[in-house]
């Protein structure tokens, strides 16, 4: 119950930051597979499943922009951030930094006068 | 890479046809990236059950596809609330007390075979509320998908609001004077049935018998009117004990029903004799007395079900948790 508990809140908290992570990784060009190695190799490792249909939802959106390109005689879909997706991005590092801050501030808050963490 | 193509043609065909190619196509260099990865790690190509585990870590066909689609829901989460309550309004307010005390009782007592009209009754009625459910959530279904502008919501206001209940009944100890009348009601009652009862009444010549089967349940019907003293003095000397008391109301109810459920199935309680009417009046008065007695009998069973419905409900409640705030935010 409790790990399962645990995975659904880890989930939920992890899912809007799977966004930003994502629109952070494209500030370069990269193709599906390639973006997520990356996000891998950076600690964010993301569900395949997700992730074709969050850059498909990015894009519908206007974020992202992406076109078909040969690349060692394959055909690869590459994204990039769009115009908008880069303003966005800088919108919702701005938001992150703040809750980031934020939270700091309740966690401490919290521990200071009950010392119990 | 046959496993492969099956693997995209399954998903393929669970996608919204516009993007079906261009999903399939972004899917296919994925899942061939991966593999030469893999093949590159291993030093040599894929057998089959390598691949068989790479498709099976991808997912299942239709929950690959399913997670293209756009999220679908019947009734949305701000209409969910407002159906249920109109739902539970329907079904258990106006569709069950209907039945239960118009139709059932009717049909029950008019039929020639009253338990076999029972069990059809009850098959009438969850029909009935499978096909009113279906038709509360259709027009629900269309209120989503066509929304209209809720004006309600719109231009409510915090002071029409109901009032807050000031206590909680179903926590508050019985009072001692409910307690004291309802012990005191036991016993006058039970003296009254001890002392009235008889199975014959002469009204000016026309002589009613009650049927043997009266009778015969006497000392039951005693004990069920007796049944109000146990409670009565819980409710005086322990008065918070609520389940104590739900319980022994609980027994009575359930000894109230089977004896109403044998009297019922005794189809005739009471014969007529009047030598100074016709015959076949005395049958229509044996008759119409009879059904009277018979939709009574009925409407104390469903009665009867339902208290004991409501006392199980209290036996099983929890207490509820009184929030120390109430008293900072009323302050506020």
Redesign the interface.
């Known amino acids: 119950m409790n790990a399962e508990l645990f995975e659904n809140l880890r989930l939920e908290l992890r899912r809007g930051c799977l966004i930003l992570a994502v629109l952070a990784q494209l500030r370069a060009e990269h193709?599906?597979?390639a973006l997520?190695k990356a996000l891998a190799e950076r600690g964010m490792a993301i569900d395949?499943?997700?992730l074709?249909?969050l850059l498909?939802r990015l894009e519908s959106q206007g974020l992202l922009v992406s076109e078909?390109r040969e690349e060692d005689k394959?055909?690869?879909?590459f994204y990039r951030l769009s115009g908008d997706g880069k303003l966005i991005l800088k919108q919702l590092l701005d938001e992150w930094h703040a809750i980031n801050s934020s939270l700091s501030r309740v966690i401490e808050a919290e521990v200071e006068p009950n010392r119990s963490i | 890479m046959e496993l492969l193509d099956r693997y995209l043609h399954a998903v393929k065909s669970g996608l919204p046809k516009a993007?079906q190619d261009d999903?399939i196509?972004?899917?296919a260099?994925?899942l061939?990236?991966?593999i030469e990865d893999k093949e590159a790690e291993l030093g040599c190509s894929l057998d089959e059950a390598e691949l068989v585990t790479i498709l099976k870590q991808?997912?299942h066909p239709a929950?690959?596809a399913s997670?293209?689609l756009p999220q679908q829901y019947l009734i949305g989460p701000a209409l969910y609330p407002i159906y249920r309550l109109v739902r539970k309004i329907v079904v258990v307010w106006v569709l069950v007390p209907v039945f239960a005390l118009v139709v059932a009782p009717i049909a029950v007592a008019t039929a020639s075979h009253p338990s076999a009209e029972l069990v059809k009754s009850l098959w009438d009625l969850a029909m009935s509320a499978v096909f009113t459910v279906g038709v509360v959530t259709a027009v629900f279904a269309a209120i989503e998908r066509y929304p209209v502008e809720h004006k309600t919501w719109e231009k409510w206001d915090p002071r029409r609001l109901p009032r807050v209940p000031k206590t909680e009944p179903d926590t508050r100890p019985t009072p001692r004077a409910t307690a004291i009348a309802e012990l005191a009601a036991s016993l006058i009652f039970s003296w009254l049935f001890v002392t009235w009862f008889r199975t014959t009444f002469d009204l000016g010549g026309v002589r009613i018998t009650l049927a043997p089967i009266w009778r015969s349940l006497y000392w039951p019907f005693l004990l069920v009117l007796l049944g109000g003293v146990p409670v009565g003095w819980v409710s005086l000397i322990w008065p918070e004990r609520t389940p104590l008391r739900s319980s022994i109301r609980l027994a009575i109810h359930g000894v109230t029903l089977v004896l109403v459920v044998i009297l019922l199935r005794a189809r005739m309680w009471v014969e007529i004799a009047a030598p100074q009417f016709p015959a076949a009046e005395i049958a229509q008065a044996v008759k119409w007395t009879n059904l009277g007695i018979g939709i009574t009998l009925f409407i104390m069973a469903i009665i009867t079900i339902g208290e004991a419905v409501h006392e199980v409900r209290r036996i099983f409640r929890r207490k509820p948790v009184r929030p120390m705030v109430t008293s900072s935010i009323a302050g506020n």
């Open positions: 193709y599906g597979y997520r395949e499943n997700t074709y249909p498909r078909w394959r055909n690869k879909r | 993007q999903i196509a972004e899917l260099e994925d061939r990236s991966q991808r997912g929950a690959v997670r293209y």
